[in-house]
């Protein structure tokens, strides 16, 4: 299995500043990660595929870059609506396709 | 726009067989998709179960060791999972989603979810 490994577990950011949150595969995935966000009560919602591509509807300030191993999700400036958790995900290696095990944005 | 919803039982008895529908409205559910299970424990991340495809290709993953069984009715445009001998670590919320093909060597992605279902294993 390809392990993701995600850090910090936990980001403390006010509102303004910039996040920073990375994602390391166990193993080479090349492009085939995609970030994820999910509010409390909420499903995931699609951020970034392909490592760098913005889904539609997803504001400028959320990019994505990176490949092979080494992964990072930036945040230019945190809005109030951006504190959530993000989780990455592969599907390079099958089986199985995997996430990482999330970076919690708090205020 | 696609929109996937979740039913079936909320409690379900140890040992016994966790079933659950995703109904798909907005759209056929054919075409580049695979149409995903993924499960949250509680507090914990995110599980990919496994998915199917419209020819009934499957995919699982190992760790469930055989138990998940996926299936797709074109006719009534959903998909269902069927997990067997269930014990307490299989509580969780169990979303279904669909995962959008690049044939052209993009990563596939998931580009929609239900809102989850809650099923507890307890007697």
């Known amino acids: 299995d390809i392990l993701l490994t995600q850090s910090p577990a936990t980001l403390s950011l006010s509102p303004g500043e910039r996040a920073a949150l990375s994602c390391r595969a166990s193993q080479s995935v090349s492009h085939f990660l995609s970030w994820y966000q999910q509010k409390p009560g909420q499903a995931p919602r699609l951020l970034i595929y392909d490592a760098s591509k913005r889904a539609t509807g997803i504001p400028a300030r959320f990019s994505g870059s990176g490949s092979g191993t080494d992964f990072t999700l930036t945040i230019s400036s945190l809005e109030p609506e951006d504190f959530a958790v993000y989780y990455c995900h592969q599907r390079s290696n099958w089986p199985p396709w995997t996430f990482g095990q999330g970076t919690k944005v708090e205020i | 726009q696609v929109q996937l919803q979740e039913s079936g039982p909320g409690l379900v008895k140890p040992s016994g067989t966790l079933s659950l529908t995703c109904a798909v409205s907005g759209g056929p559910i054919s075409g580049s998709f695979w149409w995903s299970w993924v499960r949250q424990s509680p507090g914990k991340g995110l599980e990919w179960i496994g998915e199917?495809?419209?020819?009934?290709?499957?995919k699982y993953n190992p760790s469930l060791k055989g138990r998940a069984t996926i299936s797709l009715d074109k006719t009534e445009n959903q998909f269902s999972l069927k997990m067997s001998s269930v014990t307490a670590a299989d509580t969780a919320l169990y979303y279904c989603?669909?995962?959008?093909?690049?044939w052209g060597g993009g990563s596939d992605y998931f580009d929609s979810w239900g809102q989850g279902t809650l099923v507890t294993v307890s007697s």
């Open positions: 989603a669909r995962v959008f093909i690049q």
């Open positions: 199917i495809y419209e020819s009934g290709n499957t």
